[in-house]
């Protein structure tokens, strides 16, 4: 899409796949573009990225923002894993300066016509990759990939409202390895983020991630309303802290749901000390901003 201007709507959420390791959708760099409406698939052939959004990183006019809306992108689903597989690097990247992002899933699938996936078939690295300055996310779903969920390199950049699911399927070097659902770089320093979830349901193998969320402790971060989220999974698995060394842990034998209201330079007050393989969580830290409610275990796998 190279036409100032142009708009691509798809009627009936019409699904694009991409069958020769091309991305399904190429935003040259220019504004005013808008791609609504549409189902991206990943194919046999891996592709680098399903979706790219300009090609040089930090163009773009603010008051003339690309659009994307209502745009979904899976990696399996449909296919049988062990014999029509697919894979892809990332899903996203975002290279355009001021674009808006409104209301995305971006799925590797945990299910396909198989069952239950496994082994970290049909492999997707990341959801998505933000380059981009003032690039604005409402309503960011990202789940089950085998690497960081979404990644933010650009600067002034803002969300209200992302949630996520760790990958079922992945084994001790996931936790190791030191990938988070949502990661700031270091030298960012400006971000804003309103509503960030991120869940574990680390099934097959036990993983326990050191942080959900990794932002710098840079001026102009600042992290409104973080959660972390234990949902089942092995015995000795969980989420240690919920952003960046601060907030409580969540796994088998601590909390269920633990979140932190508010993280940034100056305004943070407590940190987490348990640890997902606890016998018990101690008591939270005098004046610490976290919950202590466990999920009913009648109710906690959602």
């Known amino acids: 899409m190279n036409q100032e201007g142009a708009v691509?709507?798809?009627i009936g959420m019409a699904t694009l796949v991409a069958s020769n390791g091309k991305p399904c959708i190429e935003v040259g760099d220019v504004d005013n573009v808008r791609v609504a409406g549409?189902?991206?698939?990943?194919g046999p052939v891996k592709s680098d990225v399903l979706l790219r959004w300009g090609n040089e990183k930090g163009m773009g006019d603010e008051n003339l923002p690309g659009i994307m809306s209502d745009v979904y992108v899976r990696a399996g689903g449909p296919n049988h894993q062990k014999i029509t597989p697919t894979m892809v690097g990332t899903m996203v990247i975002i290279n355009r300066s001021?674009?808006?992002?409104?209301n995305t899933w971006l799925w590797r699938a945990d299910h396909d016509i198989d069952g239950s996936v496994s082994d970290s078939r049909n492999p997707s690295d990341t959801g998505i990759v933000v380059y981009g300055d003032h690039v604005q996310a409402y309503g960011l779903m990202v789940e089950h990939h085998l690497k960081n969920m979404a990644e933010w390199y650009g600067e002034h950049g803002k969300v209200v409202m992302y949630q996520s699911e760790f990958p079922y399927d992945v084994d001790t070097d996931y936790g190791d390895n030191g990938y988070h659902s949502y990661f700031v770089a270091e030298n960012v320093t400006n971000h804003k983020a309103y509503g960030v979830g991120a869940y574990a349901f680390f099934r097959d193998h036990p993983v326990?991630?050191?942080n959900a969320i990794n932002v710098p402790d840079n001026e102009g971060i600042v992290m409104l309303n973080s959660l972390s989220v234990f949902l089942w999974g092995q015995e000795k698995s969980g989420i240690r802290h919920v952003i960046s060394g601060k907030g409580r842990s969540v796994g088998m034998h601590t909390d269920r749901v633990n979140w932190v209201c508010a993280f940034d330079s100056?305004?943070?007050?407590?940190?987490?000390t348990n640890s997902p393989d606890d016998p018990a969580p101690p008591a939270p830290p005098s004046g610490a901003i976290g919950s202590?409610?466990?999920?009913?275990s009648e109710n906690s796998f959602l």
């Open 292 to 296: 202590d409610a466990e999920v009913d």
């Open 208 to 210: 326990i991630v050191e």
């Open 38 to 42: 549409l189902l991206l698939e990943s």
């Open 8 to 10: 691509l709507l798809g």
């Open 266 to 272: 100056a305004l943070y007050m407590g940190e987490g």
């Open 98 to 102: 001021g674009t808006i992002i409104d």
